[in-house]
């Protein structure tokens, strides 16, 4: 088939992997595929490198931008309709927001009753709306994303939650939506380095080889919920002195959350090592001991995955689609805002350095095969195929 996905930037983010992933993997397979994007703006990182090394072409269309611009927006409709009657697809399958809307009403107006094609497939990572925005915004999201649902085939979702949310607030019907778990590169997270390379790691950030390590990774940004770990940090440093908390990645934030720190007196505690390139990923998860993510707002964060490909325990909270990796045999759930219970899981696991070997070696064997790139690529060829028949 002639497949053309789109997605709005090739940032450093869980989203992105996942559209590069399958765009490598169905070119593999035979497939003709292209993959159209905006410039790789902001202060996350890049994935856009890494791109063209794959054998599938790259279109970027300088116009996309994640912000909301009318001028910039109708420029990008109109040359994403030009583009996409050039390549004449047989599916088109856009992923984030922006690209989401503009990429499936483009999509759309091509369609051609003779051959009922190009069949438009959209992917849900995150729904735009939810709980932490006003009222307004929110219905404004949602009615947008029931007129893109208008010009759209099918979804894919990142997690069964998605689905749930989508459905419930009038977004497509139970049948229009696949669940694909976003697929990871496995062989970087099971392969072990060496314990070499982890005091290494360990000694270029002032983490002391026998300490407790309780890693984040996760763009200093709103809604990711770092000052609830710098809270429980507050409260779980005075008694255990063996303990470093390791925030892994850079935003819009950072000044005001390493701010937040110092106020705290915790700048001897917690560690930042900045912006990491994607292959580092692995070697922070192996050099820390648990895994904590405090975001508020995530499809389902492909960190809570890795980690348990790690062999390391999640400490999370519950939401979204957190539950479907995360449960009493691979780490602790935690009610989303609720530092005391947060605060009481992590203390679990640094007194007891066997459950979380044993939680880690859980969650190990539960995500190998329902992350696996042939997996999530199986399940998204074989949607490709029904609408392509």
């Known amino acids: 088939m002639k497949i053309v996905h789109i997605i709005t930037r090739l940032i450093l983010g869980g989203a992105q992997e996942n559209t ?5 993997e169905l070119s593999k397979r035979g497939h003709d595929v292209t993959l159209i994007t905006g410039p790789a703006l902001g202060p ?18 300088d116009k996309m931008r994640r912000a909301i611009n009318p001028f910039y927006d109708a420029v990008c409709y109109y040359q994403l309709k030009k583009i996409l009657k050039k390549i004449g697809p047989d599916i088109i399958h856009t992923h984030s927001a922006k690209a989401g809307i503009l990429g499936r009403f483009a999509g759309y107006s091509l369609k051609t009753e003779a051959k009922n094609r190009p069949h438009v497939v959209h992917t849900i990572h995150g729904l735009a709306f939810h709980p932490y925005l006003n009222k307004a915004l929110n219905k404004f999201y949602i009615a947008v994303e029931k007129s893109a649902e208008k010009r759209t085939d099918a979804f894919v979702c990142v997690a ?8 419930a607030a009038g977004i497509g019907r ?11 590169d496995e062989k970087d997270f099971l392969v072990k380095p060496s314990e070499e390379q982890i005091a290494d790691f360990r000694r270029k950030y002032g983490i002391g080889q026998q300490a407790t390590v309780l890693v984040a990774i996760a763009r200093l940004a709103e809604l990711k919920g770092h000052e609830f770990i710098i809270e429980s940090a507050k409260r779980l440093a005075p008694d255990h002195e063996n303990c470093i908390w390791l925030f892994v990645g850079d935003g819009n934030l950072a000044r005001q959350i390493k701010s937040k720190v110092q106020v705290a007196s915790l700048g001897y505690k ?6 990491l390139p994607p292959g580092q990923i692995p070697l922070a998860i192996h050099s820390s ?32 689609g957190a539950r479907e990796v995360v449960n009493k045999n691979t780490g602790f759930l935690v009610e989303p805002e609720n530092i005391d219970e947060f ?4 203390m679990q696991l640094i007194l007891d350095p066997e ?9 190990q064997n539960s995500v190998i095969k329902k992350f696996a790139p042939e997996t999530m690529v199986d399940t998204i060829e074989n949607l490709y195929n029904k609408l392509y028949q």
């Not at 069964?160 to 459905?167: F, G, L, N």
């Not at 001991?289 to 980690?307: F, K, M, N, T």
């Open 44 to 61: 996350e990182g890049e994935l856009f490198e890494q791109a063209k090394e794959e054998a599938y072409d790259i279109i970027v269309i």
């Open 174 to 184: 139970p049948e229009d939506f696949t669940t694909a778990y976003s697929a990871i």
């Open 270 to 275: 917690i560690k930042f090592t900045g912006l």
């Open 343 to 346: 605060t009481k899981a992590c």
């Open 20 to 24: 590069l992933i399958t765009c490598r």
């Open 355 to 363: 459950l979380s070997k044993k939680l880690g070696r859980n969650g």
């Open 160 to 167: 069964d939650a998605m689905t749930t949310k989508a459905v």
């Open 289 to 320: 001991d648990i895994l904590v993510h405090c975001s508020l707002r995530e499809g389902l964060a492909r960190v809570l995955p890795q980690a348990m490909l790690c062999g390391k325990p999640v400490v999370s909270f519950d939401i979204d």
